[in-house]
């Protein structure tokens, strides 16, 4: 079956990328240095995911939406405060 897709999404510098990192160190043990196109790692014997993350336009995020299995939405929790 085909990997599930997870798009990461949010306004730049809220940790999209870290949260990337941070799911590819835990599933796979790899660092990973700069995350670019979509990441597929395994997350258990017979489960695969796709990593992506969105860019900040309207158009792919529509785009993403449509195809994603599972959206996050990464925000700044320090905004406004």
Same mark, same amino acid.
């Given at each position: *079956?085909?990997?599930? $897709?997870?798009?990461?999404? %949010? @306004?730049?510098? /809220?940790?999209? +990328?870290?949260?990337? #990192? ?5 599933? *796979?043990?790899?660092? $990973?240095?700069?995350?670019? %196109? @979509?990441?597929? /790692?395994?997350? +258990?014997?017979?489960? #695969? ?33």
């Amino acid at each position: *079956s085909p990997p599930s $897709l997870v798009a990461v999404v %949010g @306004p730049p510098g /809220v940790g999209k +990328s870290t949260l990337i #990192r941070s799911l590819v160190k835990i599933y *796979s043990n790899h660092n $990973l240095t700069n995350p670019t %196109g @979509p990441i597929t /790692v395994c997350t +258990s014997k017979q489960k #695969r995911i796709t990593l992506l993350e969105c860019p900040n336009t309207p158009t792919a995020m529509l785009d993403v939406a449509k195809t994603a299995d599972l959206v996050l939405l990464c925000v700044d929790a320090k905004f406004g405060f």
